[in-house]
Structures are given as structure tokens and as C-alpha cells.
């Protein structure tokens, strides 16, 4: 990777949330969307934890399937998974 790349991402990234963060404080600023946002705070909680609960229990799900080994089931649809699996299956060279 080319030094100028290695300096631009991070530089890049940085700017970019930087921005992002000074335009919802700009908007969230102002009266009517404070009144909006605190009118529709539970709903938004709501929504947010219920999927955070849902992408947690996701990953639990999965870090419990590859601890007992369940990924040889075909239980998850994962490409790489799929092709580990195939790569399981292929006989290696013989000694």
C-alpha cells in the first residue's frame, strides 16, 4: 500500500465524520427538529434497541454454531463458510 493512501484514508475518514457530526449538530440545533426528535424519542429507542437485540442475538447465534461446530450442517448461508466447507470435503494430497 502506497504511502499516500496510508495518509489519505485516516485523513479522508476523519473529515468525512467530522462533517457528518457538524451537520447533525447543525440541524439537531435548531427548535423544530429538537421538538421532532423529542416527540419521537421512544419510538426511535424502540426501533434502535430492537435491533441491536436482533444483530446481538445473530452473533451469538453464530459464535454458538461455530463453537460446537455446526457450519459443517449447512446451517448458515455464509460464502465462505459454503466454501470451507467444500474445502473440507476436498481430499488433500496423499503422502
Same mark, same amino acid.
Given at each position: 500500500?502506497?504511502?499516500?493512501?496510508?495518509?489519505?484514508?485516516?485523513?479522508?475518514?476523519?473529515?468525512?465524520?467530522?462533517?457528518?457530526?457538524?451537520?447533525?449538530?447543525?440541524?439537531?440545533?435548531? $427548535?423544530? $427538529?429538537?421538538?421532532?426528535?423529542?416527540?419521537?424519542?421512544?419510538?426511535?429507542?424502540?426501533?434502535? +434497541?430492537?435491533?441491536?437485540?436482533?444483530?446481538?442475538?445473530?452473533?451469538?447465534?453464530?459464535?454458538?454454531?461455530?463453537?460446537?461446530?455446526?457450519?459443517?450442517? +449447512?446451517?448458515?448461508?455464509? #460464502?465462505?463458510?459454503?466454501?470451507?466447507?467444500?474445502?473440507?470435503?476436498? #481430499?488433500? #494430497?496423499?503422502?
Amino acid at each position: 500500500m502506497s504511502l499516500t493512501r496510508l495518509v489519505a484514508v485516516p485523513v479522508g475518514a476523519t473529515l468525512v465524520e467530522t462533517g457528518w457530526y457538524l451537520v447533525v449538530a447543525t440541524v439537531l440545533s435548531a $427548535p423544530e $427538529p429538537q421538538r421532532a426528535y423529542a416527540r419521537s424519542v421512544g419510538v426511535v429507542d424502540r426501533v434502535a +434497541g430492537t435491533s441491536l437485540g436482533g444483530l446481538e442475538a445473530y452473533f451469538a447465534v453464530d459464535g454458538i454454531r461455530a463453537a460446537v461446530g455446526w457450519r459443517d450442517s +449447512g446451517l448458515t448461508r455464509h #460464502p465462505a463458510c459454503a466454501r470451507r466447507r467444500t474445502d473440507e470435503r476436498t #481430499p488433500g #494430497p496423499r503422502a
